[in-house]
């Protein structure tokens, strides 16, 4: 097996860079000066030339809200370089895993989303992770859609929390949207198994198990700090107006493959490496 990694640089591709490290085979990770994901001229020629076996590719437009008034440099990113990436691995005969977004939907379903639920994003971030979705499918790889990512590697809401904490008496946190905290150690895990796997080809949900609120995961945070969880004041999303709306329920079930462990005792797992940055977080 030979790796390659896009999207180097970014928090999610730090730790998938130590995970197929571990495997003991070659990778290469690029960031955006390496490769740019964009030109379909230079990702056809360059995957032509390293021969990868199997494509991560964790580059993103992961600006949500810039989206909103950039959605055509947002698309650039998140739908026609996924369509070039997989164009390129039917090329080579290589395996194309490919990340996407809980924001494909459109938060309003009771329970979780299965993979095969009816998309309907509600921006324009969600629309464009939507459009690499169906160019990656069109072309018979896998989609690991995952959400509320967190890890050592990058600014995230487990570290801003961790900060936060040391900083103001209270804190108001948004109550009323549903998700799955995701730690980018056990995503990374996941996808290098899913690559490596007899699995079909075709969307997955890579997301811890369980489910929570941004205040209910802001509290199990001043928990495990040691700091009283009442300092974390609930609040609707309406008290931060944004200019990308946001699902309130973005709850992803798991009917294919492997579940990722429950998003509590992942936290617990990472607590020791949230307070260590720029190391392989793999436990």
Same mark, same amino acid.
């Given at each position: 097996?030979? *790796?390659?990694?896009?999207? %180097?640089?970014?928090?999610?591709?730090?730790?998938?860079?130590?995970?197929?490290? @571990?495997?003991?085979?070659?990778?290469?990770?690029?960031?955006?000066?390496? @490769?740019?994901?964009?030109?379909?001229?230079?990702? +056809?020629?360059?995957?032509?030339?390293?021969?990868? !076996?199997?494509?991560?590719?964790?580059?993103? *437009?992961?600006?949500?809200?810039?989206?909103?008034?950039?959605?055509?440099?947002?698309?650039?990113?998140?739908?026609?370089?996924?369509?070039?990436? %997989?164009?390129?691995?039917?090329?080579?005969?290589? !395996? @194309?895993?490919?990340?996407?977004?809980?924001?494909?939907?459109?938060?309003?379903?009771? $329970?979780?989303?299965?993979?095969?639920? $009816?998309?309907?994003?509600?921006?324009?971030?969600?629309?464009?992770?939507?459009?690499?979705?169906?160019?990656?499918?069109? +072309?018979?790889?896998?989609?690991?859609?995952?959400?509320?990512?967190?890890?050592?590697?990058?600014?995230?809401?487990?570290?801003?929390?961790?900060?936060?904490?040391?900083?103001?008496?209270?804190?108001?946190?948004?109550?009323?949207?549903?998700?799955? $905290?995701? *730690?980018?150690?056990?995503?990374?895990?996941?996808?290098?198994?899913?690559?490596?796997?007899?699995?079909?080809?075709?969307?997955?949900?890579?997301?811890?198990?369980?489910?929570?609120?941004?205040?209910?995961?802001? !509290?199990?945070?001043?928990?495990?700090?040691?700091?009283?969880?009442?300092?974390?004041?609930?609040?609707?999303?309406?008290?931060?107006?944004?200019?990308?709306?946001?699902?309130?329920?973005?709850?992803?079930?798991?009917?294919?493959?492997?579940?990722?462990? +429950?998003?509590?005792?992942?936290? +617990?797992?990472? *607590?020791?490496?949230?307070? !260590?940055?720029?190391?392989?977080?793999?436990?």
């Amino acid at each position: 097996m030979r *790796w390659l990694i896009t999207g %180097a640089g970014g928090m999610l591709a730090a730790d998938v860079l130590c995970r197929t490290a @571990l495997t003991g085979e070659p990778v290469l990770a690029l960031g955006r000066t390496d @490769l740019d994901v964009r030109d379909r001229r230079a990702v +056809h020629d360059f995957v032509a030339a390293y021969r990868p !076996r199997a494509v991560l590719n964790c580059a993103a *437009w992961t600006a949500v809200d810039d989206a909103e008034t950039h959605e055509a440099e947002a698309l650039a990113v998140n739908g026609d370089a996924p369509r070039w990436l %997989a164009q390129a691995c039917d090329r080579i005969g290589a !395996r @194309l895993v490919h990340v996407s977004t809980d924001y494909v939907f459109d938060g309003t379903a009771g $329970p979780p989303y299965p993979e095969d639920a $009816p998309t309907g994003p509600v921006n324009a971030y969600g629309r464009t992770k939507l459009a690499g979705e169906a160019a990656v499918l069109e +072309h018979g790889h896998y989609v690991v859609r995952t959400a509320w990512l967190y890890g050592a590697h990058g600014a995230n809401f487990a570290t801003t929390m961790i900060r936060l904490a040391g900083e103001r008496p209270t804190l108001d946190v948004v109550d009323d949207q549903h998700g799955q $905290p995701t *730690w980018t150690a056990d995503l990374a895990d996941y996808l290098v198994r899913l690559a490596q796997s007899d699995l079909p080809p075709g969307v997955y949900h890579g997301t811890s198990e369980g489910e929570t609120t941004w205040c209910g995961f802001a !509290r199990e945070i001043f928990t495990l700090l040691g700091q009283d969880p009442e300092r974390v004041r609930p609040v609707p999303t309406s008290a931060f107006p944004r200019p990308a709306r946001r699902p309130a329920n973005s709850v992803l079930a798991h009917t294919r493959g492997e579940p990722i462990r +429950h998003w509590r005792t992942a936290l +617990h797992a990472a *607590w020791p490496v949230l307070s !260590r940055s720029r190391q392989c977080s793999v436990a």
